[in-house]
């Protein structure tokens, strides 16, 4: 178990969060909640899963973390594979941190979630549960149903709180039996004041107008692992289509997985490969790609790609994904399609290469959704509620 911790000053709030992996997307959230006065955090989380979304951040952070020794296990599921760690020291790591609240990462850390659980309850500390709540339209094994009905279901209905990732989440979270005081809306974002700030700082390197006027050539983006559930098959398909009433109009791919050369095989034998880009996996310099885009599409699961389409002014068209998009995306920065097809999104691709005036409303629209509603700012402020929340009701 390797630790970079230190004595924290007797006046703050103590929080441990409880994750499975420090993934990078997730340091900027925690960096601010560091930073914030009265707040000592520490973050334990498990080592990674070569090959899978589950890694860890390589750079310095702003905060204090414990690795922990994990066991790594794999499980085919109807939903594809689930990655079960089992984190090593996680019960003692939480006795020697003594924190006043701990933040734990939902279903999807199931052990390390009932760990911290028994843990709270034993020490009369305060947990809160961080997750998803019901992915819509996605079913559960039955071996998750008996988990559930077991005894995980307690341990989410007698948590302290719960911070929700869409109001999806909140729905859940509530009728489960939470009181609706003790749930917490913070929708699931990257960090929109560095992607923003990234988009401006590219338009004067290259001396382009920001927000982006609405491109000339009818673009299409994607973002996201190339791999079962995010159903960019579907979005080939309908691209074909759409090629029969914009010829002109492109595809670009960004993202990489297992499932790569069998959607690059389907672009051959659709005839569109002079169409399509596949630009591999890029975790950096994505302005350009937004820049110029007309539209991104997320045909699967997903989320965070939303609010980093929408922080560049690139209006979204979504499937049913992690609950997000409920928050997100509506009318005035794109549309959710609940039952996507490649003939309904083709259809509603079309309609917009259609029509230029609401590509330049949705173009406004993206952004403000972001400047005025959910951004970083407003994630990280009701984590802080719920920390609040949890110390005040434990005030005798």
Known sequence: MQSNQGEPPATTIRVTVAYRVL?????PVFERLAATPGIELHVLHGEEY???????????VGFRTTCLRTLRFRMRTRNGTARIPVQIGLWRALKRHSPDVVITEGASHLLGNVISYLYCRLHRKSLIQWGLGRLAGRDTSRSRKLVDALFFRHVERNSQAAIAYSSRGVHYYREIGLPPEAVFLAVNTVDTERRIKEMRDYCTEQGLSCPSPVPATFKVLSIGALTEGKNVDLLLTAFAQLL????????????DGDGRAALESLASNLGITDRVEF???KSSGLAPYFYDASVMVMPGLGGLAISDALCCGVPVFCHVGDGSEVDLVDDGSGAILPEMTPEKLCEALVALARDPVRQAQLRCGALSKIEKQHNIGTYVASMLDAIHYCINKRKP
Request: hydrophobic residues 35%.
């Open 23 to 27: 993934q990078a997307w997730r340091v």
């Open 50 to 60: 070569e090959g899978s979304k589950l890694r860890n951040h390589a750079g310095p």
């Open 244 to 255: 029969a009433h914009e010829p002109g109009a492109r595809l670009q791919i960004i993202g």
């Open 279 to 281: 630009l591999g996996h």
